[in-house]
């Protein structure tokens, strides 16, 4: 009875020096990149600020990370981010989407302390991706990810798009009375190859 009593144990709080809490959050945002953050408990740990501060909020309101609520507000482009929430939870595996306004308005952002001052100091490097001008290239998967970003010069022009975080595309160019207007087209295909086009004319 007691090697059972110990291996149930074992099995409720992880292996012997194994945290029984391990997430990562990963934030994207197609025209600011990816931002990723890491947390461990029992032992509190990882790179958010006060591990600690965040465990415990966990602790108390598991529904934070496994049904964390969006908050809705009218921002600019940087302002709503796509978070995946992937790893373990007192031992148990967890995989959480959402999508939300990045604020401490957004009950999740607030109790584990990852404001914008957070999310900027976990911003990760954007891979780059470059396509000639006049010219469509397509970048394996994985070569490019979601909000890496895609850059073209074409005409004198120096032009940039994130890659979308979805399946399908997105645009930007220039163009104007007099002028030859330029199209850069950035396309998340369902294999996760990019597509990326880069001419005169729009479309």
Known sequence: MALLAA???????????KPSTALTFVALN???????????????GGDIADAARACAAIHR???LVTHPK??????ATFSWWDITIRGRLDGRPIRTRTSTCWTSQMEMIR???IGWQSL???????????????????????????????ICTILGHKLMTGVPLMVGSSSTGYGGRNVVS????????????VTASCHKGTY
Do not use: K, M
């Open 61 to 63: 309101e598991p529904e």
């Open 30 to 44: 197609q025209s600011v990149g990816r931002a990723v953050f890491h947390l461990e408990c029992h032992p509190a």
């Open 7 to 17: 291996v149930i144990a074992t099995l409720a709080v992880g292996a012997p020096g």
């Open 111 to 113: 109790r584990l302390g």
């Open 182 to 193: 330029v199209t850069l087209r950035v396309t998340l295909n369902r294999d996760r190859s």
């Open 120 to 150: 900027r100091r976990h911003l990760v490097p954007r891979r780059r991706g470059v396509v000639g001008a006049g010219l469509t290239r397509t970048f394996l998967p994985d070569q490019l990810r979601p909000a890496d970003f895609v």
């Open 70 to 75: 969006p908050f809705t507000c009218a921002g």
